[in-house]
């Protein structure tokens, strides 16, 4: 076995035997390894390996079986993010996400870097529904999904107001709708928004506002996209849909 650092995000842990724990850590260098922490509740590990820490990890790394980490530095806790139960829940369905989203023991320093990079600006206070849009538009093709939201299908005219097929798998312009009786009649705003989450950057990021009513409609594009094309069902991602009928309510109740 190897002893090498790397920077790691804990993704979950879970009990194991008594007094022991598994965690799984989405490793800068190696990918999402499995660690075994013996005497997890007395260890000095304890504290690190909480879902949603990032830290510079020493580890051991075993290609044929369960890792270890021998110590850590520079541990980073998104307090921001732990101390809002709505932000807490949208991270920890990113995470859950990149988890699903590919294979274990593989390395992706691309979707490492997005992804802490994404609870850092969730943990700075940028809008945390907006970032998860970005987040799940962005990581599709990870699923195998490629989805162009810049062009019509057929003539590939762009800026135009487009709207979906998945007939087509992509967008129709006004001359090409007829094309697909059955598509989504969506408002334009929406793929012109898909399209340019596709493509932003976090600097720009700062200047995307989004209005409550237009936010909704991409959700629920997006959840039609992910029930036809990548098919997962998350538990993290049922708590968020409970979470928002739920705060809906409480503020129906308020007013
Ligand atoms: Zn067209």
Not at 88 to 109: E, M, R, V
Not at 216 to 245: A, E, M, P, T
Request: hydrophobic content about 40%.
């Amino acid at each position: 076995m190897q002893t090498k650092e790397t920077k790691g995000l804990v993704l979950y842990n879970r009990n194991y035997r008594e007094d022991d724990k598994l965690v799984k850590i989405f490793t800068e260098t190696d990918g999402k390894r499995m660690f075994f922490v013996r005497h997890a509740g007395r260890s000095k590990l304890n504290s690190v390996i909480q879902p949603l820490t990032v830290a510079d990890f020493i580890i051991k790394i075993n290609n044929n079986g369960l890792s270890y980490i021998e110590d850590y530095k520079e541990v980073r806790l998104y307090k921001a993010i732990h101390d809002d139960l709505f932000i807490l829940s949208y991270a920890s369905y990113l995470s859950a996400l990149a988890d699903a989203a590919i294979a274990d023991n593989t390395a992706d320093p691309q979707l490492f870097a997005f992804l802490k990079k994404t609870l850092e600006l969730m943990d700075n206070g940028l809008d945390y529904e907006i970032l998860t849009h970005i987040f799940e538009v962005q990581i599709l093709d990870r699923f195998g999904v490629g989805l162009n939201f810049h062009e019509c299908a057929v003539c590939h005219r762009v800026g135009l107001p487009f709207d979906f097929s998945y007939k087509f798998s992509g967008l129709l312009c006004p001359e090409h709708y007829h094309e697909d009786i059955h598509r989504k009649h969506l408002d334009p705003n929406v793929p012109y928004l898909l399209d340019r989450f596709q493509n932003v950057s976090f600097e720009e990021l700062q200047s995307i506002s989004v209005k409550p009513e237009m936010k909704q409609k991409i959700r629920l594009f997006l959840d039609d996209i992910y029930d036809n094309y990548v098919g997962i069902h998350l538990k993290s991602k049922k708590f968020i849909d409970d979470l928002d009928k739920w705060g809906g309510l409480m503020k129906d109740s308020f007013q």
